[in-house]
């Protein structure tokens, strides 16, 4: 299983954009890359996926180089309302495999005004 | 939008007690989980199921058991509460679609 690794902690500043990084290194072919957004007292939401080079939707955008072995969200013009911890996931996620999903700690983002 | 409830927002029970924690999904997803949260240590899967009246063990089952009868209803239970079992508990579903899960609001469960 696929293992990840992400900062502990950021902080931000409203207006900024923000990068985390996510380390993904025994990453296999057929995973995906998965981020999530919880804020306090709310199950996870998720943000956007890829499976390679960059996506892009209305929230984040999801860049992963060719090696696939991290990858980096990038939330444009961060707000107050933006302060939750985020989850990067990889997994194979088709039926019943979708049980070796793994969430770690996250990174917890703090907008600061 | 896909909606996952979740029976309870809070709910406090005493050593012992058997506890019911249900989750229901209006989508017709085949797949539902449960997790538990706790400060530190991220979210944990308990349990998974991708069928009606299939089950899976995550990576912590033990103290845990499920229920799948019905597609859009998965059940945890606790069958004797113990106190290390105060937690946050999410329940999720999916179609199978990659990675995509819609979780509830969650249950805060304290454990006197």
């Known amino acids: 299983l696929a293992k990840t690794t992400q900062p502990i902690s950021m902080d931000s500043y409203e207006g900024q954009e923000v990068n985390i990084t996510c380390s993904h290194n025994n990453i296999a072919t057929n995973d995906y890359i998965t981020w999530y957004q919880q804020f306090p007292s709310q199950g996870p939401r998720f943000i956007i996926q890829?499976?390679?080079t960059k996506v892009t939707n209305e929230v984040a955008s999801l860049f992963i180089p060719a090696d696939r072995k991290s990858s980096t969200l990038s939330l444009p013009r961060v707000s107050l309302s933006d302060t939750a911890v985020y989850y990067c996931?990889?997994?194979?996620?088709?039926?019943?495999?979708?049980?070796?999903?793994?969430f770690g700690k996250g990174t917890k983002l703090s907008v600061k005004p | 939008d896909v909606k996952v409830t979740q029976s309870s927002r809070y709910l406090v029970k005493r050593t012992g007690e058997k506890v019911f924690l249900e989750c229901v999904q209006d989508?017709?997803?085949?797949?539902m989980f449960w997790y538990r949260q706790d400060p530190g240590l991220g979210l944990r899967l308990i349990y998974f199921?991708?069928?009606?009246?299939?089950?899976e063990k995550g990576d912590i089952p033990e103290g845990y058991s499920v229920s799948r009868e019905k597609k859009e209803r998965f059940s945890l239970i606790l069958e004797s509460a113990s106190t290390n079992q105060t937690s946050m508990y999410l329940c999720?579903?999916?179609?199978?679609?990659?990675?995509?899960?819609?979780f509830g609001s969650g249950t805060q469960l304290s454990v006197l």
């Open positions: 199921s991708y069928d009606v009246k299939m089950k």
């Open positions: 996931l990889v997994g194979d996620n088709y039926g019943g495999s979708q049980g070796n999903l793994i």
């Open positions: 890829g499976y390679k």
């Open positions: 999720a579903s999916t179609t199978g679609e990659v990675g995509k899960l819609f």
């Open positions: 989508m017709d997803h085949e797949n």
